[in-house]
Nanobody, 117 residues
Framework: QVQLVESRGGLVQPGGSLRLSCAAS????????MAWYRQAPGKQRELVAR????????TYADSVKGRFNISRDSAKNEVYLQMNSLAPEDTAVYYC??????????WGQGTQVTVSS
């Protein structure tokens, strides 16, 4: 059992930046990867970025590659998503995700990110 608490999102202008954070608690030793997903209005939930616990291997959606960066602080059990060069297409609810050994995924509460002038 792992609990995830996300930071607040916010409103940002096109071209701007925003940093999201997610704190994991509970049985954090069960986590083998953490990720950020997002869901825009009328669209399916999609994987934005992922980072593995062992080795820190990262994966990015093509749409955010080169603009977003996922990182983690192992000591704090936190994962971050640095979002740069934001565009209106990035507007979505962003969800923190933890993938666990021998258990269902854990999910954060979701936070709204709006990119608009």
């Amino acid at each position: 059992q792992v609990q995830l608490v996300e930071s607040r999102g916010g409103l940002v202008q096109p071209g701007g930046s925003l940093r999201l954070s997610c704190a994991a608690s509970g049985m954090t030793f069960k986590i083998y990867a953490m990720a950020w997903y997002r869901q825009a209005p009328g669209k399916q939930r999609e994987l934005v970025a992922r980072i593995t616990t062992m080795g820190g291997t990262t994966t990015y959606a093509d749409s955010v590659k080169g603009r977003f960066n996922i990182s983690r602080d192992s000591a704090k059990n936190e994962v971050y998503l640095q979002m740069n060069s934001l565009a209106p297409e990035d507007t979505a609810v962003y969800y923190c995700n933890a993938q666990l050994y021998r258990d269902f995924d854990s999910w954060g509460q979701g936070t709204q990110v709006t990119v608009s002038s």
